[in-house]
C-alpha cells in the first residue's frame, strides 16, 4: 500500500524517508525520470540523486521520454547521460517534479518513488514524498538529503540550485521566502555553480527565441477589460522562427508586466494538432483549479493542460469564463 503524502510533518517526513533510502539502497538498477518536456526542476532534482545513487556504486539510468529537451538544460551534471528508452530489468524507479503517472512518459513495472511538490499531484507510486510547501521539487530533495545525512557535493548542489532558481522564477515569485533563501546559500556553500545555472537559465537567449517573442507579442491581445493577457502560438510561428516550445515561457511571463494584466494565458498549437495551454497569475484566481477542468494541473501561479478536439477559440472562451468565476 502507498504511503500518504507529506507536508512538513516531521513523523511523515521521517517515515517516507527511511523507506526511500532503504529501498534504494537494496536496489541493483535504479531509473531515474525527469518528466515529458522536463524543466530544470524536473532534470536538476533526477540529475542530483544520479549522484548520490553513483555514490553507492549502483547501477543507474537517466531517463526522459522527450527527446527534444530545451537546450538551455544541457549544462546540468549528468545530462548527457540522459536515454529516451525505459530499461528493462530496473528494480526501482524514481520520478521527479511529475504530478501525473502519464506524463512519465514510460509505464515502471519495478517499484515507483514520486518525489514531488505539485498540490494536484495524484499520489501515484508505491511510495510518495510530495510537499506542497515546497517552491520546488529540488528542495523537497534537498530537505530529504538534509534529513538523512547526505553530503551534497558541488555536482548535486548546482542541480539542485538550478531547480531552485527555475521554479522560483530566480527568486521573484511570492512564494520565494525565507527556506528557498536559506537553501540557496547552503547550496553556495557547497559548490553550486550559481553563475552558470544564472547564464543558462536566467539570461541565455536564443536568435529563435528572440524572434518568436517579436511575433508574439504584436499577436497579444487584451482582454476582460486588460485584466487578462492572451497568446496563440501557431505551427507556422514555429517554422518561421525556428524556435523551441519552451521559448514561449518568457514572454507569457512577460505578459503579466503589464500594469492592467492580473492573468496570462497561452494556447500553442502541436503537431499532431492538439492545443497545449500555459496559465500564469500574479494572484488573480486558482491556475491550478482551471487547469484541472481540462485535465490538467500545477500550481496556484502558473498550470498547464493537454486538449485534443477542440479550437483554440472555444477553449478561450471556456477558460475565460472560469476565470471570471475564479475571480469574482
Known sequence: MANPVFSLNPYNVTHIMNHIFERIEEAGHVVLIAHRNPDADSVGSASAMYTHVLRLEKKVTFFCATESIDPRLAFLPWFEKIVHTFPEGADLAIA???????????????????????????????????DVSAISTSQVLYDLFRERGVRVNPKMATALYAGLLDDSAAFTLGRTDRRAFEMAADLAGAGADIASCSRHLVQRVSLAATRLKGILLQELRLLQNGTVAYLRVTREMFEATGAHPVDCEVPLAESLYLPTVESALLLREKRDGSLKGSLRTKGAGNMAAIAACFGGGGHAHAAGFEVSGETPETVLKRILELLEKETL
Open 96 to 130: 521527479f517534479d511529475c504530478g501525473s503517472q502519464s506524463r512519465l512518459g514510460a509505464e515502471p513495472k519495478c517499484d515507483l518513488i514520486n518525489i514531488d511538490h505539485h498540490s494536484g499531484n495524484e499520489g501515484y507510486g508505491t511510495w510518495q514524498a510530495v
